[in-house]
């Protein structure tokens, strides 16, 4: 009964540098997101997904590109990683639309970017 | 221009006490809201929620109370205990503005034993 899985949990990158964060869930939801953590800061969404295939984006999309080609998996890639871009990244997902239902968050991947 | 507010950073409360979060919105519009509860290297765990046409919800020992009139709600835990310990965010979604919840930026509860 793993939920929502992140992977990698930690990562430092270098400017320029590109990578793919993996979030699988083993819920069978239809509904996956992906946000990001800075100090201080609320949860703000990155990109969202309804269904596989699907993709569209949230809040701040600039500098990340997401894929939900197989509907447990959703990928974040940072093609060209930016200081601007160090935070903390969370995966979740929902049965329905996470505004009115329970979402399932994963522990999160701390990126830096130095 | 943050439309969920949580004024206060940290909480301190003793064991066994009431600790009341609270938080304000600016969106009239807004529809339901929504508590989250995260411990450090954890994800956000959700809590309970509430929606615009009911002013109270009730689960076990925490209670979601929610002011329309002075877009305002809080999160009520009775008793609280040493686990209750974390960081709670509070969030409100706009049933026309797409798949988004927005966060506060949380306020960090510390109870002691």
């Known amino acids: 009964n793993a939920g929502v899985t992140q992977t990698p949990k930690f990562r430092v990158l270098k400017t320029g540098q590109s990578m793919t964060l993996l979030c699988a869930q083993d819920?069978?939801?239809?509904?996956m997101y992906w946000y990001r953590q800075d100090p201080g800061m609320g949860l703000r969404l990155i990109h969202y997904?309804?269904?596989?295939?699907?993709?569209a984006k949230g809040e701040v999309p600039d500098g990340y590109n997401v894929s939900r080609l197989k509907k447990q998996n959703f990928l974040l890639g940072l093609e060209s990683a930016a200081p601007s871009q160090t935070s903390v990244y969370f995966c979740?997902?929902?049965?329905?639309?996470?505004?009115?239902?329970?979402?399932?968050f994963g522990q999160g991947t701390r990126l830096t970017v130095v | 221009d943050q439309q969920v507010k949580q004024n206060s950073p940290s909480l301190s409360v003793q064991e066994g006490r009431i600790s009341i979060l609270n938080c304000d919105y600016t969106?009239?519009?807004?529809?339901?809201f929504l508590w989250y509860k995260k411990y450090p290297a954890e994800g956000p765990t959700f809590l309970i929620s509430?929606?615009?046409?009911?002013d109270k919800n009730e689960d076990g020992r925490f209670t979601v109370f929610l002011n329309k009139s002075a877009k305002h709600l809080s999160l009520h835990i009775v008793p609280s205990q040493p686990g209750d310990s974390a960081v709670y965010f509070c969030?409100?979604?706009?049933?026309?503005?797409?798949?988004?919840?927005?966060f506060g930026k949380g306020t960090t509860l510390s109870v002691s034993s």
């Open positions: 979740a997902s929902s049965y329905g639309d996470m505004r009115a239902t329970e979402a399932f």
């Open positions: 819920m069978n939801h239809e509904y």
């Open positions: 997904s309804v269904g596989e295939g699907t993709t």
């Open positions: 969106n009239s519009m807004f529809d339901y």
């Open positions: 509430i929606s615009s046409i009911k």
């Open positions: 969030a409100a979604s706009d049933n026309q503005a797409g798949t988004a919840l927005i």
